[in-house]
């Protein structure tokens, strides 16, 4: 097992927490939904042998804490923190960047490289949920719109069911996000040990921060395609082989559409990162090798 060392950045508006692993080329990997670093520990160990891979928590979420009280977050502002986190780590123009983002993630990787592309060499964005670029965005508004008034009439269990009800309505599978492990994986039976114990009351926290101040604002979320194309990254937009038909998936594919590119299959669903972690990062080496 590779060391992991940990350190504090502070960026206008909150203090990311980060952690560093592993030796070669930086490998920046962005969460998305309710997790934090550890939702990349199982992925990372596989990949610290070739990278230097860096994982943080988003602001607002676990060990990020925010200045002051929570707001509607804005992907440009969480694509300027993971472009300090990658200036924080040494990352310059000369040697930039790979970088993978699941779900939000990949949103937050997507306005990293279109807003400092000079940091990023590849970056891998995996189903993004860009709900406006499917041909049913007027269900998702009119949903997510629901979602938001749910929260502030009834908090965030209401509004989760909201979303949880929207999924199941549109025919998609429920999202992911209560009662599983980062990544998807079944929580252990049993008394987990502290560790384990620690990161799943800063997931259950980050819940409402998710649902609330996360899920509106960046629903409205569009990439900037023309810097995307103008710039030199290789973006590799990237679905899971067992996720097919559901909206990450499809927006992902609509993101290839956009750029004149093809969407690489990794192995599992949409938190094939965690529940398939060794197969995983083969494959995410594999892309990041071409």
Known sequence: MQATKSNTLRVPGATLYYEVRGSGPVLLLICGGVYDAAGYAALAERLADRYTVVTYDRRGNSRSPLDGPPSPQRIEVHGDDAHRVLAAVGVTTGEPAHVFGNS?????????????????????A?????????????????????????????????????LGAAFASSGDATP???????????????EPDPETMAMMARLQRNMEFFIGYEVPP???????????????????????????????????????ERLGTRAAVFPGDHGGFGNRAEAFAV????????
């Not at 992911?176 to 049993?190: I, S, V, W």
């Not at 569009?222 to 973006?235: E, T």
């Not at 494959?283 to 071409?290: A, D, G, T």
């Open 104 to 124: 939000s993630g990949a949103m937050i990787g997507l306005e990293l490289a279109a807003r400092h592309p000079e940091q990023v060499r590849t970056l891998v």
């Open 126 to 162: 995996h189903e993004p949920p860009l709900f406006e670029l499917l041909p049913d965005r007027d269900y998702w508004r009119a949903a997510i719109r629901n979602v938001e008034d749910t929260f502030s009439r009834e908090g965030a269990g209401a509004a989760m069911q909201a």
């Open 176 to 190: 992911d996000t209560e009662g599983r492990m980062p990544g998807g994986q079944e929580a252990p039976q049993g």
């Open 218 to 256: 960046f629903n409205t979320y569009v990439p900037d395609f023309a810097a995307l194309q103008a710039s030199n990254v290789c973006i590799v937009p990237a679905v899971g082989e067992a996720s097919e038909g559901e909206p990450p998936y499809r927006a992902a594919l609509g993101v290839a």
């Open 283 to 290: 494959k995410l080496h594999e892309v990041l090798s071409r």
